[in-house]
């Protein structure tokens, strides 16, 4: 996959934010929401932007407890999971104004999740012609707002000032 312009990933590439254990589990742990790009933390659950997202505004609702099943975590969890990712819809509704949104969680790496130990469930915005012949034939997404300027916007939707 290809990018047009994709600063934020340099660090990813050049290992520069890798690190052992679970990234979720880290950036839960420490207190900086905006370097860690989390837009809301809840009581069980926070809800962190995709460092290397589908569509501008995609989200990511996560457990604060490291489990790689939906069975791992207990009904109070799974729970606020779904209320935020509720809140999630909402947000991003009044927001960016998709035409639709895809909700999903992979669970295990065959299923494709790309951090297959912490599960976690994606929220994102879709658009008509978001899938156009960039993504398909040129395997290069446009993304056209940057992780911060997102941030701000959608730190402000869940927590008005």
């Known amino acids: 996959m290809d990018y047009l312009w994709s600063p934020w990933r340099y660090r990813y590439l050049t290992g520069v934010e890798k690190s052992d254990g679970c990234v979720f589990c880290r950036i839960a742990a420490e207190d900086d929401d905006e370097r860690h790009l989390i837009v809301f933390r809840g009581e069980l659950n ?25 069975s791992g975590v207990d009904a109070a969890t799974c729970s606020e999971m779904m209320t935020l990712v509720r809140a999630s819809e909402g947000h991003l509704r009044n927001t960016y104004r998709p035409d639709g949104l895809n909700l999903g969680m992979n669970i295990g790496q065959s299923a494709g999740a790309g ?17 156009n012949f960039m993504t398909t034939v040129g395997e290069t997404r446009v993304l056209p707002e940057e992780l911060d300027v997102t941030w701000k916007r959608l730190r402000a939707a869940f927590i008005p000032e």
């Open 46 to 70: 926070f809800v962190v932007l995709n460092r290397f997202p589908y569509t501008s505004g995609h989200l990511m609702v996560v457990p604060y407890l490291h489990a790689s099943t939906l």
């Open 115 to 131: 951090i297959a130990g912490h599960i976690h469930m994606h929220v994102l915005p879709r658009w008509h012609g978001d899938a």
